[in-house]
């Protein structure tokens, strides 16, 4: 076996080692953050994102690494509405493509940077490397030949059957044709298939005037409106933006210079490729780059906006979304015709060439990842599973292509090929969502909400010392002191190891074991005052082993009952004299409702036996109106026809006075109008305050007990403070003895949980508190990052940092 290469190894033990979920073993795959604040922090920090560096993101998605994203139960109406809704799917496609447009312009921006700096370094280049580039470009012209463009003199061909008009070509003819059918029959085609093709090319050369659109002024109009707004886009005063790097078209030049010239032949051409392009032979890839030539040639010949040969190429490429280097492309592939009637044929697979070789092939994937990586994140599994789609298979296998289907290994070459670079995200917290309009209004209201709690809390240095509350316009009371706990969950898996120790070659290789191994599940909540809450043989966390034929799956259930749990414990530590502050993630199955809460989405227009919201489940409560009293959703059980029926909504909503003379239908069909609020039954109630008002199970618990419940803006982890703290954790339980041995294995997890000492903990509620202070002062999600790594000292971001942070970087 060949030695790989360092490189290689280090690559294939990072696949091995990170984002490796449980349940899918790809690894997790990020496009590249342009902006990249690095520095390493205090220890504190450098520990968390080492920690960081392990754990997957995933934790920061929608998408968490550990067993929470299995037992979060589907919001259907969520989920329905995101993709009902037709605006928000529009919006979204806009939001791709302005993402690509963006994309391809920072790239088209680096290469000119990388251009300009080479020009202040050389005046021109040696002879040595004009020699080597013009060998470099013969060679690459010689493989073109070989494996993509085959000649093909279709031109001949028209002429040779409609107009003799150029006698000279058509001796060309016989040969070609032969041609065509010796290269057809290596991709397996039949002869008859031939023939019909080549009909079909002879039949559509007969008009040629068709191309001569009548409105071709209008049309110019509008080009020379989208040209004036490409120019002003890309600041370009001349059109030196598209000189191509390399020389190969200026060796070309002085023959460009004779087509350039020869509209009559351009326009030979155009009408000639425009009869191509409509034959239904040909595969979606040729006839898209027949054409984007023909889009040029149209360009360029418009006398009315009279663009340069290459404005018009360039519009033509950036038009369809492609590279720059695409418009070069058309050029060569224009010359090519008009020079020997060569067309730019492509054949996936030849010579071992990638199809990725194809930009527009590789543009489909982009785009198609592009679209993932929104919502969640890239595997290299998606790659795998685009290319075998039908469609897809269909448009390889008309390119004459046998083996259609790639590994995933190959997949993860293609990544990489595209610029994906697998790793963990930059700043370690920035993800789409995060600041997404809905999570900074819930975030705004949240600092609001943070900074009154914050005037009843006790706060710490970083060496730990206490600062007594300092608030006063909150009411004062036995209870006033506020305590921060905070929940959350965290996996811990039994193969997850330190993965780069020091070795001698004298120990040899030890086997590891594969997989995630065993996974257990911890629940805990975390106080920076009390660390975590223990007293006498009571504690609050719990151990879950998640999973079928295990303890199931962690529930709304089970967290009540936990957390109820914890308020005891609370209390008994705090001798009933203080408010708890129960801090939780915005997760689904933490704001999961009672079961008898208010709800009107199932319910029946008409009174009905035995109605409960949640099968087998309890009556629901009694709503309550906005004057207080109680309105009873069933019957009395001594009404005399339908005792101890569920009322139905048309009832409830005449009780509350609010039944229309010309009546309601119970829902709308398919859907209510986005801001109809009297439309039907369903959203009449939905309206209605204390529908509305329906808090969670979690709230009810807590405020029934006397305590305060809050949860986090999604995606915001970086706020949790025991984030840090599982992280931490994990840390020390990576270097534990690997052990086979579950009952051990959770003894070491404990002994790690156990170890982190209370003043880091502070630290940690420190490091998060600093992140809601950011936000407080109106900074973004990537400069709240950027100002803490370089800010450690107070838990509130000094207003010099928070001008240096908008200073230096801008909200873009
Ligand atoms: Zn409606």
């Known amino acids: 076996m060949p030695a790989k290469s360092k490189a290689n190894r280090a690559r294939a033990r990072n696949l091995r080692s990170r984002g490796q979920t449980h349940r899918d073993p790809t690894p997790e795959i990020q496009f590249p953050e342009p902006v990249s604040p690095d520095d390493l922090g205090s220890d504190l920090e450098a520990e968390w994102d080492s920690e960081w560096d392990e754990n997957d993101s995933p934790a920061l998605t929608d998408v968490p690494d550990d067993d929470s994203d299995l037992e979060v139960e589907p919001d259907l109406d969520e989920e329905e509405k995101r993709v009902q809704n037709e605006a928000d799917l529009a919006a979204f496609n806009n939001r791709l493509r302005k993402g690509l447009a963006d994309a391809l312009a920072i790239e088209k921006h680096e290469k000119q940077e990388g251009k300009k700096r080479r020009g202040t370094r050389y005046d021109g280049f040696g002879k040595r490397t004009t020699e080597r580039k013009r060998a470099r470009t013969k060679k690459e012209a010689d493989n073109d030949e070989r494996r993509g463009f085959r000649q093909m003199s279709l031109a001949a061909m028209f002429r040779s059957s409609s107009a003799p008009s150029e006698p000279e070509l058509s001796s060309d003819c016989g040969e070609v044709s032969a041609r065509i059918v010796c290269l057809s029959k290596s991709e397996g085609l039949t002869e008859g298939q031939i023939d019909s093709s080549q009909q079909d090319l002879l039949d559509d050369g007969t008009d040629v005037d068709e191309a001569e659109s009548p409105d071709e002024t209008s049309a110019s109009q509008k080009l020379s409106a989208l040209m004036d707004e490409y120019r002003a886009q890309n600041q370009m005063t001349d059109t030196v933006a ?120 590789a543009q489909q994937i982009q785009l198609h990842l592009l679209e993932i990586a929104k919502d969640g994140y890239v595997r290299a599994q998606d790659i795998v599973d685009y290319v075998a789609k039908p469609e897809i298979q269909e448009q390889l296998s008309n390119t004459g292509r046998k083996k259609t289907t790639i590994s995933v290994r190959t997949a993860q070459r293609w990544l990489h090929k595209m610029s994906w670079r697998y790793g963990k995200k930059k700043n370690g917290m920035y993800i789409d969502g995060h600041e997404r309009e809905d999570v900074v209004d819930y975030r705004n209201n949240f600092v609001i909400r943070w900074k009154e709690y914050e005037q009843r809390m006790v706060h710490y240095d970083q060496d730990g010392n206490a600062s007594a509350p300092t608030g006063f316009p909150v009411p004062q009371g036995p209870r006033f002191r506020l305590y921060l706990i905070t929940h959350d969950e965290s996996t811990f898996y039994q193969n997850d190891r330190r993965r780069q120790v020091w070795s001698h070659p004298s120990q040899g290789p030890t086997p590891q074991p594969k997989g995630d191994g065993e996974s257990l599940m911890v629940s805990d909540f975390l106080c920076p005052d009390l660390g975590r809450l223990v007293h006498e043989c009571q504690e609050a966390r719990i151990f879950f082993r998640a999973g079928n034929n295990r303890d199931g799956w962690f529930n709304n259930g089970h967290l009540l009952a936990q957390t109820e749990k914890a308020i005891d414990i609370f209390e008994a530590l705090t001798h009933r004299q203080a408010t708890g502050l129960f801090m939780f993630d915005n997760a689904l199955n933490h704001k999961k409702r009672a079961d008898d809460a208010l709800s009107s989405t199932k319910m029946p227009k008409r009174p009905k036996c035995g109605w409960s919201n949640v099968k ?35 009832v409830i909503i005449r009780e509350r006075g609010l039944w229309p003379d010309n009546g309601l239908p119970a829902a709308c069909v398919p859907r209510c109008n986005k801001d109809g609020t009297d439309c039907c039954c369903r959203r009449v109630l939905y309206h209605q305050a204390d529908f509305a008002g329906q808090k969670s199970a979690l709230e009810e618990l807590i405020e029934r007990r006397g305590h305060i419940c809050d949860f986090y803006p999604k995606f915001h982890c970086e706020l949790n403070f025991i984030e840090q703290y599982w992280g931490a954790a994990k840390l020390r339980y990576r270097i534990s003895p690997r052990t086979s041995n579950f009952a051990e294995m959770e003894r070491n997890i404990k002994a790690s949980l156990d170890d982190v000492p209370l003043l880091t903990i502070r630290r940690y509620a420190n490091r998060s508190a600093r992140f809601i202070s950011a936000y407080g002062q109106g900074l973004s999600g990537p400069q709240a990052a950027w100002a803490n790594r370089r800010y450690h000292g107070h838990r509130v971001l000094p207003p010099e940092m928070v001008a240096e942070v908008k200073k230096s970087l801008p909200n873009r």
């Not at 519009?315 to 492609?322: D, F, P, S």
């Not at 060569?332 to 067309?343: E, M, N, P, R, V």
């Not at 309105?631 to 009322?647: A, E, I, N, R």
């Open 242 to 361: 598209f000189l191509p790097t390399a020389d190969a078209e200026a060796m070309n030049i002085s023959a460009n210079q004779y087509h350039h010239e020869d509209k009559e032949r351009l326009r030979r051409a155009r009408n000639e490729l425009t009869k191509l392009a409509k034959s239904k032979k040909l595969d979606v890839l040729f006839r898209s780059r027949i054409n984007l030539m023909v889009g040029s040639l149209n360009l360029f010949l418009n006398a009315d906006t009279s663009f340069s040969w290459r404005e018009a190429s360039a519009i033509v490429a950036k038009t369809a979304e492609r590279k720059e280097s695409t418009a070069r492309s058309i050029r060569d592939w224009i010359h090519a015709y008009l020079k020997s009637g060569k067309l730019p044929l492509h054949q996936y697979g030849r010579f071992s060439s990638s199809i990725l070789e194809e930009e527009d092939f």
């Open 616 to 650: 087998d489940g309890p009556k629901m409560r009694d709503g309550i109106l906005p004057d207080g009293t109680r309105q009873p959703l069933y019957f009395s059980d001594d009404h005399p026809t339908m005792p101890g029926w569920f009322k139905g909504m048309e």
